[in-house]
């Protein structure tokens, strides 16, 4: 984990930074949730263990309501008990819209063995950054946010029920110098904030679509980043309300326009430092020998592994990881027009495959990457970033072939002939495959039982929530004349 500037390393450090403060607050989970705390109590929880936090955070979904199952960390038959907060001194920052007040974020340890809780979004990246680290590797990452703004406000959201709403600038205007004009402010104060927080940002633009920005974190280490990814969302909207604009990072708002990416970039390093996707030096002029194809050969072949393992597994078990909502499948079906990956397929520098390859000669060998372009802007980043990395990682293990030509070799008849093998087209089917008892995502080297039992649980009720709904389609279509 990269701390942030500041960050305090001992308990005399800590009170040094809090000496002229009253309240500190903190946060948790992968929508963001959390509270103020006095300075005292506060102290008193970093110099322990940490401190009592109620579990049901973990048996709710994001309204609120309890799961449609008990699940195991939070139920009616252990009181929904806390669970301990333990407070992670390296994620120290400043709110600087609310008056500069310290935050923290938290990660939650089961009060009994005080181990990370494996279905905890910060805890499951932490446990893989560990898995990484005993082989020598390091985890980074970074992502790019894709996210409709509207002129509107959570009360007229309600007031319009939710129809019919403004657009912050009309019209299809991808990399506009002109359209950010209208909402300088605005625009600006997302950079701006967003450098004093902490979240250092690589790129901000308009992208296409009515009121459409695009925003490219940048790149650091794994752990760093998910954290930077949430509190983006969370800095972003919270900006949004002090100019009178609601921000939207749901995948799919609108049928007919494209939907929004949350494109996850990643790469390991080794102990110095050194970008292990990388090939070497003398490879550069001609490529890897032994690569399996012209796409891959300025990849290492340790990456080539890396990119293999991720093909394998992704429909099979971890699709609910990139894409854990209802609306983020449909983004995906159908996406072939807005450049929305549908199948399990990659490429080099290609933004038509799932999985993009990023290497020279387009890009300094030290930047060599693999873009995921399955995952919306609604996914937890702790979830996607961990997927991927144990998806990767196990392809190194096991030494994984690539086993499909990549993109540009392929023809409009492989998907009819099974060449192209399909990502699941729903929350439903891929929550299915990730409970079947064979599944990748339970192998211990993976996700595990335990988390894919919680996780499968709060999809399966999203999907429960979603098929008892009766929507304004239905109404529209069937009230009539059915």
Request: proline letters at 5%; glycine letters at 8%; one cysteine or more.
């Amino acid at each position: 984990m990269i701390s942030t500037k500041d960050a305090p390393k001992t308990l005399q450090d800590l009170e040094t930074l809090l000496k002229n403060d009253n309240k500190v607050k903190v946060a948790v989970d992968g929508v963001l949730r959390g509270k103020f705390m006095s300075k005292e109590k506060f102290l008193s929880a970093a110099s322990s263990d940490g401190f009592g936090f109620c579990s049901v955070i973990f048996g709710w979904d994001i309204h609120d309501t309890v799961y449609s199952r008990e699940l195991l960390i939070s139920n009616k038959a252990n009181g929904y008990r806390d669970i301990l907060a333990s407070i992670d001194l390296s994620t120290y920052r400043r709110i600087p819209w609310e008056n500069n007040v310290p935050f923290f974020l938290v990660s939650f340890l089961d009060p009994d063995t005080k181990e990370p809780l494996v279905v905890d979004p910060r805890g499951i990246l932490k446990i893989t950054s560990d898995r990484a680290a005993v082989s020598h590797r390091s985890c980074y990452a970074g992502v790019e946010y894709e996210y409709f703004n509207f002129k509107e406000t959570p009360l007229s959201l309600a007031e319009k029920k939710f129809q019919n709403l403004t657009p912050l600038t009309p019209g299809m205007h991808g990399y506009s110098l002109l359209r950010t004009q209208l909402n300088n402010e605005y625009f600006h104060s997302i950079f701006d904030e967003a450098s004093k927080f902490g979240v250092d940002i690589e790129g901000h633009h308009t992208e296409t679509g009515p009121g459409v920005l695009e925003t490219a974190l940048a790149y650091t280490n794994a752990l760093r980043m998910a954290d930077n990814a949430i509190l983006f969302k969370f800095l972003t909207k919270s900006i949004g309300m002090r100019h009178g604009v609601l921000p939207t990072f749901m995948a799919k708002p609108w049928g007919n326009l494209p939907g929004c990416s949350g494109h996850t970039h990643v790469s390991l390093r080794d102990d110095s430092g050194k970008n292990i996707f990388a090939v070497s030096e003398a490879e550069l002029s001609t490529g890897r020998p032994g690569a399996a194809n012209d796409d891959v050969k300025f990849l290492s072949e340790e990456a080539e592994h890396f990119l293999a393992g991720i093909l394998d597994g992704i429909a099979d078990g971890i699709q609910p990881q990139l894409v854990p909502t209802i609306n983020g499948y449909k983004r995906l079906v159908g996406g072939e027009a807005f450049w929305a990956p549908n199948a399990i397929t990659y490429g080099y520098d290609s933004r038509a495959a799932s999985i993009r390859i990023i290497s020279p000669p387009s890009v300094p060998s030290a930047a060599t990457r693999l873009e995921v372009r399955v995952p919306g802007a609604d996914m937890n980043p702790y979830f996607t970033i961990s997927a991927i990395f144990l998806l990767g990682l196990r392809g190194i293990e096991k030494k994984l072939k690539l086993s499909t030509p990549p993109m540009n070799k392929l023809t409009a008849d492989d998907k009819k002939n099974g060449t192209i093998k399909m990502l699941p087209t729903s929350l439903e089917a891929a929550t299915e495959r990730m409970m079947r008892p064979e599944s990748i995502a339970r192998e211990n080297s993976m996700f595990g039982d335990v988390f894919v039992e919680h996780f499968g649980g709060t999809r399966e009720h999203e999907v429960k929530v979603w098929n008892e709904a009766v929507t304004n389609w239905e109404v529209e279509r069937y009230i009539e004349l059915a």
